[in-house]
């Protein structure tokens, strides 16, 4: 039975990173590791697909850090502008 979780692990993960589905990687960083391999390989293959997990949560996290720097950055301008066009005397 072990064996068998272990490869339904390995598969369904395998299929979230496929799918870059990021709420099943993150459920899946949540669960504990299958306590056996049924072989190195299989072992080895769960662990290159942690790696490639944690890549994609690095991605996403740095593409958001991007996303929310560009906004500030946006903030900012549209503030400066709007102080600028409205700054007038009458």
């Known amino acids: ?8 692990w390995i598969n369904s993960l395998k299929i979230a990173i496929i799918n870059n589905d990021l709420s099943k990687i993150e ?4 669960r504990k590791l299958p306590s056996e391999f049924s072989s190195i390989d ?3 293959e769960a662990l290159n ?7 994609i949560l690095r ?3 740095d593409k958001i850090g991007k996303m929310l720097y560009q906004l500030k950055q946006n903030q ?5 502008y709007q ?3 409205f700054n007038f005397e009458a």
């Open 27 to 30: 459920e899946y960083s949540k």
């Open 59 to 61: 991605e996403k996290k």
């Open 49 to 55: 697909l942690i790696n490639q997990a944690i890549n």
């Open 42 to 44: 299989e072992a080895k």
């Open 1 to 8: 039975m072990e064996r068998r979780n272990s490869k339904e």
């Open 76 to 80: 900012k301008y549209a503030q400066t």
């Open 83 to 85: 102080k600028s066009t």
